[in-house]
């Protein structure tokens, strides 16, 4: 077993008392010798004196003293032209294959190759726009130096799902650098714009889009300046999902205006769709079957009105919370005075209930023809698109006075004017909404039949039953040569690449979401089997594509490893070039040798004594 060196003070100590030791001997034996065999005054103090100096010599041996080492940081080109700054004699620089570097720096395949070569390497100043993922895994021994540079005029952050359902909702968001008063356009597959915003003080923007077939689409994202002249143009790759209609049962205690827009609106929308209407008497419209356990295992959601919800009684509504707990989701709209029955759990408060107040939505898209038109439609030859009624202001609305407290309330329609109108909380299996909106059927008199089924295409979708086989999310946007993160996929799992190259994917043992990774080498749309069933469909950019948006993503990286080892990176340089590394050792062994022999050869001796006798040799 080797032996570690003991530390600076133990070292020291310990020399420093055979030091004393040696001082007192040679003392105590000049004072035992006769007085004629003494030592003279100038050998006593020459032997007290050599003492001290062997004992430092000797520490210095066991602990040579730092020094100061200009290999310390390492100077690493990364993508971007960045100038080599001046540096002091003996430091290092080299070039990532990203980097713009002259002939005369040396080029490294990656980072952890340029510190393989260096392994004296402490601190690690990146200039560029920062590291790729495949050199951020930095040793935590080794502090990181980074300034990123001013942001490129463009789009630094984007939010889009990547995939989404047929007739479900495509939200962008992100954020934009170095464009003032701006706007953001998003144009469909087929060439039209369908929605725009204004960046706001931030910089940020929100638009989004209805999907439309399935399969792979190709949107667009334009940032036009001030001027309207185009400052960045990319595509957005969406792969749009077959929907799996949920299945609707409605219940109605009786016909009105709101409920026959709502039915209007699930039968366009191609759901399947089973309604009772009561119609007093005793008389019935529609299926005339019971509510029972049956029925509602063959139903995904089940919107009731207050009258019916509160006819099915105690009985009704524990049978159809039952179902819910397996799975079913239940939308129950509050369009009657008062706090619907058995709804209220420890995290989810009703209160209130009495009389409306106005609600206002936000608007997509008013003043913008061409976004108005794609989402309204064409109309019909009895009912052509009016322009003018579609940019008129959105009506308000008017929204039951229902308060809706707790943990476990989660709002819908934050951000119209009046607050949210819809609440959902999980139960069991499935989900509990409540809907106080009473006449959003105004917006499709209003010409806005796209906002009226946005709002309920957003509720059903909330609460539907979740389908068999869960999703599977894939990191958008993707790049090549960069790692994508797939999660909720299979063990069986594959991808299949543009050129016909499958690549197993292989979930993390321990994760919860079952995530997996995989590096594409190639641009194009990659399709996610299991087994020969397509689960979905992810597009990846090239490596050069969104420049701004992968410079952005890159420099936050890499700022996040500035700080990694909490100030605790050892060795640590405080001045940037240096670094203080132990000394050589074997110069303060040989002068401690030499002293060691001259002293012992210079106690034995009979210079300075006061006569020749055999008395001892202190």
Known sequence: MMMSTPSLAVTATLVAALALLAAVRILHWQRRAVPGARSRGWRL?????????????????????????????????????????????????????????????????????????HPDTRLLRVLGDGLVARDLDVPADVAVEFEPPAPMPGFTDLVWPGTTVAGGMLRVSGRVHGVADGRVELVA??????????????????????????????????????????????????????SVAPRVRMLAGAANVETRFLRRWATDAGLPLQMRVALGAGLVLGERGGID?????????????????????????????????????LLVRADMPGVPAGLSAPGFRLSGGQGTVPVRLPATGVGDADALRARSGAGSADAPFDLEQARAPVPALQKRR???????????????????????RPHGQGRVLVWTLQDSYLLVLAGRADLHGALWSEAVATVARAQTAPAIRVDAPAFADRRVRLCGAGTQARVLAP???????????DGGDHCAGYWPHQPGWHRVLEGDVLRTAFHVHSADAWPALRAAQRASATLALVGHCDGDCPDAPAVAGTRRVPGPAWPWWLAWLAVSGVLWWFERSRQGRDRDDDADPA
């Not at 229902?402 to 959902?424: F, H, T």
């Not at 050129?499 to 979930?507: A, E, K, N, R």
């Open 499 to 509: 050129d016909g190259t499958s690549s197993p994917l292989w979930p993390h043992p």
């Open 45 to 117: 103090a020459l032997l007290l004196l050599a003492q001290p100096a062997w004992a430092v010599l000797l520490v210095l041996a066991i602990h040579p003293p730092a020094r100061l080492h200009p290999d310390a940081t390492l100077t690493v080109l990364a993508g971007g032209e960045a100038a080599v700054p001046a540096v002091p004699p003996g430091s290092r620089v080299v070039a990532l294959p990203e980097a713009v570097a002259g002939a005369d720096v040396p080029r490294v395949p990656d980072l952890a190759t340029a510190l393989r070569l």
């Open 293 to 329: 356990a049956a029925a509602l295992a063959q139903t995904d959601v089940l919107v009731v009105d207050a009258r019916s919800w509160s006819g099915l009684g105690a009985a009704g509504r524990a049978t159809v919370l039952a179902a819910v707990e397996s799975g079913m989701g």
């Open 189 to 242: 597959p087929a060439g039209v714009r369908v929605d725009s915003a204004a960046i706001d003080a931030l910089g940020h923007f929100v638009v989004q889009a209805p999907g439309f077939a399935p399969g792979p689409a190709r949107f667009g994202l334009q940032l036009r300046d001030s001027a309207g002249a185009v400052v960045e143009e990319a595509p957005l790759q969406l792969w749009i999902a077959p």
């Open 402 to 424: 229902l308060q809706v407290e707790g943990a476990q309330a989660a709002a819908i329609g934050p951000g119209g004017e009046g607050g949210p109108w819809a609440w959902w």
